[in-house]
């Protein structure tokens, strides 16, 4: 029996019968593997034995649908503007601000460029009035923005620096320094400029922010290595003396932030930490 080469075995077994063909292909164990093969070859062109059906290949592997820029600007103004927890103070903050320059701007306020007198109309912190029966302008003077461009920068000051302290401690903590920093930011510009001022705008507030962060790093209360701590306190460092230096040139009330800052470091913020009792603030 010649099967050194597939043509002479196919030679081979096209000369033999049937039931020998069928014998060889069942006990195809028995003999070298060239044999039952070419048994089985033989067999399948006479008819004898169906061909194999060719595999199915398998489908190609699904890629999940890529997110479209509609659905991730959709998620992003959800963590923006939507409370749920652990972000409930920023987002209500950050709704409040926008929502009173949509209505300014509904009114026929300038979106960019409002006068002196439409933001007093709208709470602005103007020390003649606010100093002689309107107290109420030192809370509302952190939720009026003169334009579009000084809202958009405090607003992403407040988003990126607030969620990183909120989730740590708590929105009740976050809101309660972030007003009592606004309160004395605008007392303290009231104080300062003795001229009279008419001021606006929540920087003063973030300003208080990071001397709430500044409390944490300096006291330890959050969680972190060596290398870490120093790396956020040059960081929270160089925001502070960036926009305090930026301050010095252009309409902007330094002495408000200074204010703010201040209570956040040295009153609000050590107040939240004593109340955080022995817990730690972890860098979840």
Excluded: C
């Excluded at 000369?15 to 067999?43: C, F, I, K, W």
């Excluded at 401690?169 to 004395?184: D, E, H, I, T």
């Amino acid at each position: 029996m010649d099967v050194s080469t597939p043509e002479a075995a196919a030679a081979h077994f096209a000369q033999r019968p049937d039931t020998e063909l069928l014998y060889l292909a069942r006990h195809a164990s028995r003999y070298p593997p060239a044999v039952g093969a070419a048994a089985v070859a033989e067999l399948q062109r006479r008819g004898l034995v169906p061909e194999a059906p060719a595999p199915i290949p398998a489908p190609p592997p699904t890629e999940a649908p890529s997110e479209t820029w509609g659905q991730l600007l959709r998620q992003l103004g959800k963590g923006l503007f939507w409370p749920s927890p652990p972000y409930v103070a920023v987002p209500l903050l950050i709704d409040l601000n926008v929502l009173v320059w949509l209505l300014m701007v509904g009114s026929g306020v300038s979106a960019t460029d409002p006068t002196g007198r439409e933001l007093a109309t709208w709470g602005s912190n103007v020390s003649s009035l606010t100093l002689h029966g309107q107290p109420w302008r030192l809370f509302t003077s952190l939720f009026v923005h003169g334009g579009a461009t000084h809202l958009l920068l405090n607003m992403i000051s407040l988003w990126l620096l607030g969620l990183m302290l909120e989730q740590r401690v708590g929105p009740w903590r976050l809101l309660a320094v972030y007003l009592a920093s606004g309160l004395a930011a605008s007392l303290a510009t009231v104080w300062y400029h003795t001229g009279g001022i008419n001021s606006t705008g929540a920087s003063g507030a973030i300003f208080g922010l990071y001397g709430f962060m500044l409390a944490l790093l300096l006291s330890k209360k959050m969680v972190l290595d060596k290398f870490d701590r120093r790396a956020m306190l040059g960081l929270v460092a160089y925001l502070i003396l960036s926009n305090l230096i930026s301050g010095l040139t252009g309409n902007i009330d330094n002495i408000a932030h200074l204010g703010g800052l201040l209570m956040g470091l040295l009153v609000a913020g050590p107040l939240a930490i004593f109340t955080m009792s022995n817990e730690q603030v972890g860098n979840e």
